[in-house]
T-cell receptor
């Protein structure tokens, strides 16, 4: 069974700090790793990483995939209170029409002013 | 473009009642997913469809849960009879026909079973 583990479970920082969120996975026939941000509503897509795209960056957020270590990190620099959310990691596997994702439990990030 | 649409946004019902949740995926997307989210278990995949056909329903908790996708623009998740432990947020998500894994989520239905 596919498995995704995120750490830490929760994190409290002050505005301006830099944070690193971790995601490790065990999946047969890995295809992709995705990061989502969930505030008080639905998860919204941040990044997708694959073997052909192991590093992504958007503004203050960046993510790297380490296929050797079966893990990924999500970095947020110069955090703002608006970054407070649950960050979810998910992995997809290849094989036919199998497009389902397995999600981790998430990291709850709280950014205090 | 409209995103994934779900209704109702909130549902409060009594134990034993039938509950029907509805979802309209993004136009042109051919994969549709139903998830349940709770504090204890996180985000769990219940069932997903590809081209209106159920591909994997291994996450459906029990026979009280059923899902249908009669056409490319509509899906339902039904719980009959509902129980208090079904209380959760139910999300519908869809993904594009290009085979990308990126799923786009609807706003969710918060279900409370008393």
């Amino acid at each position: 069974e596919d498995k995704v583990v995120q750490s830490p479970l929760s994190l409290v920082v002050h505005e301006g700090d830099t944070v690193t969120l971790n995601c490790s996975y065990e999946v047969t026939n890995f295809r992709s790793l995705l990061w989502y941000k969930q505030e008080k509503k639905a998860p919204t897509f941040l990044f997708m990483l694959t073997s052909s795209g192991i590093e992504k960056k958007s503004g203050r957020l960046s993510s790297i995939l380490d296929k050797k270590e079966l893990s990924s990190i999500l970095n947020i620099t110069a955090t703002q209170t608006g970054d407070s959310a649950i960050y979810l990691c998910a992995v997809g596997r290849s094989g036919g029409s199998n497009y389902k994702l397995t999600f981790g439990k998430g990291t709850l990030l709280t950014v205090n002013p | 473009d409209a995103g994934v649409i779900q209704s109702p946004r909130h549902e409060v019902t009594e134990m034993g009642q039938e509950v029907t949740l509805r979802c309209k995926p993004i136009s042109g997307h051919n994969s549709l997913f139903w998830y349940r989210q709770t504090m204890m278990r996180g985000l769990e995949l219940l069932i997903y469809f590809n081209n209106n056909v159920p591909i994997d329903d291994s996450g459906m908790p029990e026979d009280r849960f059923s899902a249908k996708m009669p056409n490319a623009s509509f899906s339902t998740l039904k719980i009959q009879p509902s129980e208090p432990r079904d209380s959760a947020v139910y999300f519908c998500a869809s993904s594009s026909p290009a085979g990308t894994d990126t799923q786009y989520f609807g706003p969710g239905t918060r279900l409370t079973v008393l």
